[in-house]
Nanobody
Framework: QVQLVESGGGLVQAGGSLRLSCAAS????????IGWYREAPGKQRDLVATIGSAGSINYADSVKGRFTISRDNAKNTVYLKMNSLKPEDTAVYYCKAIVTSTTNWRTFQYWGQGTQVTVSS
């Protein structure tokens, strides 16, 4: 079983910054891809940014140049630094990990519980 614990959400004014963290508890798994998705009220959950085990990074067009994803493999933690925040960034941000079991080599995906980010205008 993998547990993802997010932190760092909150209320910030437009133009401000926040840093989200997602700590993964993995015992018999390796993390392949880990990243962030967000879900605004009434909208579907969309990709924000992901980072692979070799460091490959993917960003949504709407956050390129403002958000930075990074990964500390030793701590099994992924970060999302969000700068120049806009009201339209308001959403619940979820951490997602795609992992491989080291016992049976099957692949699974797990979601965190989400953390609220609210950007006021």
């Amino acid at each position: 079983q993998v547990q993802l614990v997010e932190s760092g959400g909150g209320l910030v004014q437009a133009g401000g910054s926040l840093r989200l963290s997602c700590a993964a508890s993995v015992s018999t798994f390796t993390i392949n891809v880990i990243g962030w998705y967000r879900e605004a009220p009434g909208k579907q959950r969309d990709l924000v940014a992901t980072i692979g085990s070799a460091g490959s990074i993917n960003y949504a067009d709407s956050v390129k140049g403002r958000f930075t994803i990074s990964r500390d493999n030793a701590k099994n933690t992924v970060y999302l630094k969000m700068n120049s925040l806009k009201p339209e960034d308001t959403a619940v941000y979820y951490c997602k990990a795609i992992v491989t079991s080291t016992t049976n080599w099957r692949t699974f995906q797990y979601w965190g519980q989400g953390t609220q980010v609210t950007v006021s205008s």
